[in-house]
């Protein structure tokens, strides 16, 4: 199949018709953080329409561009695909995205890296959580999956306590037995 050619336009942020049956939920945090990233970045990645401004990719991107009051954002019109097409990759678009995994080792390096140029870590969209486990030491022996590929596996307990006294007992309870532990209000 030939390579199709699009068409790159601005459009009125007024004009973008949101796909009704699109499956992917954008919470309010998430729109924050792609609020974040246009403000230091710029809008570096245009949303995808049809030829009736309907929006193929891009519903969280329009989401922030109306937090943010712009007025216009950069699309692509995406001519000549079919009404399955259109459908289809509204899913593929982001489903596509989450099959892919981090190497750890580059990432670790990569954000360290930042970090020492006082970087907002913020702005790479990961949760506190996640970037707590980029610090920590990596185990000391690996288990081996059957077709010789490394991985560790990490186990979470959540453990409510009655007040910060009662959180930091059991923190030093846990710590001094060699678990790694974190604090995490919810």
Known sequence: MAAKKYKMVEKKVSDLIPYVNNSRVHDEEQIIQICSSIKEFGF????????????????????????????????????????????????????????SSWNMEVLSREVEALQAEDFDLNLLGFKDDFMVTLFDDPPPEQEQKP????????????VECDNEAHQQKIYDELTQKGLKCRVQSL
Not at 46 to 69: C, F
Not at 147 to 158: D, S, V
């Open 44 to 99: 570096t990645n245009p949303v995808l329409i049809d030829e009736d401004n309907g929006i193929i990719a891009g519903h969280g991107r329009l989401m922030a561009a109306k937090k943010l009051n712009l007025k216009a954002v950069p699309c692509i019109v995406l001519a000549g695909l079919s009404e399955a097409q259109k459908k289809a990759y509204v899913i593929a678009d982001n489903s596509i995205a989450l099959n």
């Open 147 to 158: 077709n010789g590929e490394e991985y560790t596996e990490i186990f979470n307990i959540l």
